[in-house]
């Protein structure tokens, strides 16, 4: 398999996920400058990563990757157990992140490019900001007493730990959400996300 990612993007899930199935991958990062042309545009026309290509597969979209990888690699359990209850719930958490929370940062990165008034991109992100908090602490309550979203480590935890450095790079408080904290350091020192984010060259 064959992921395409940018550092620290939400590609860093996916390449997290590689890690913890313990199976030989190729990691490629996609310059920023390529990401709207030719020949990335070939394989995403979305222009975004991430993108996995194993053989004559190719896919997009966070969900349908991660998906993939936990069903093509199920010793790996990153589906967050083993009953259709566990991964519906790790799904649900998922799904949130993905659908919402990240949606919801995405007007934070680009505030400059979906409104053109300073006093409306201020706006724009005082609103996400204040949405993501309203999530964060929804969050944050789910992991009261747990150590992952599900009733096992699943890919919903990779995604909330890439949202999590998202909020530290905007510098948000999280003061308020000590779960939310204990998760972040649980994951920081896990050994497939060390070797992830140091093949991403970050730290
Ligand atoms: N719905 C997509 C969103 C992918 C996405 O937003 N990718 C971002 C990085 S986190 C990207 O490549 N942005 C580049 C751009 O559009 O400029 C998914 O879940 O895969």
């Known amino acids: 398999m064959k992921l395409y990612g940018l550092p620290g993007a939400c590609s860093l899930v996916d390449h997290i996920t590689l890690q913890w199935t313990g199976q030989p991958f190729e990691y490629e990062i996609v310059p920023r400058a390529g990401l709207k042309t030719a020949p990335f545009t070939d394989i995403n026309p979305m222009g975004?990563?991430?993108?996995?290509?194993?053989?004559?597969?190719?896919?997009?979209?966070?969900?349908?990757?991660?998906?993939?990888?936990?069903?093509q690699y199920?010793?790996?359990?990153?589906?967050?157990?083993?009953?259709?209850?566990?991964?519906a719930e790790a799904r649900r958490w998922l799904a949130l992140l993905n659908s919402d929370v990240h949606k919801t940062f995405s007007m934070l990165f680009g505030a400059t490019r979906m409104v053109s008034t300073e006093a409306a991109q201020d706006e724009l992100r005082k609103t996400a900001s204040d949405r993501i908090k309203e999530m964060?602490?929804?969050?944050?309550?789910?992991?009261?007493?747990?150590?992952?979203?599900?009733?096992?480590?699943?890919?919903?935890?990779?995604?909330?730990?890439?949202?999590?450095?998202?909020?530290?790079?905007?510098?948000?408080d999280l003061s308020a959400f000590p779960n939310l904290q204990a998760h972040f350091a649980r994951m920081q020192a896990d050994k497939g996300v060390q070797a992830a984010l140091a093949a991403e060259g970050l730290k």
């Open 48 to 71: 975004a990563v991430p993108v996995l290509v194993d053989g004559d597969v190719t896919l997009t979209q966070n969900v349908a990757i991660l998906e993939y990888i936990a069903e």
């Open 74 to 87: 199920p010793q790996a359990n990153v589906h967050g157990g083993t009953t259709a209850r566990a991964r």
């Open 136 to 172: 964060f602490a929804l969050i944050n309550k789910r992991l009261e007493g747990r150590e992952w979203l599900g009733e096992a480590r699943s890919v919903a935890d990779a995604y909330l730990y890439v949202i999590l450095r998202w909020a530290g790079a905007f510098k948000m």
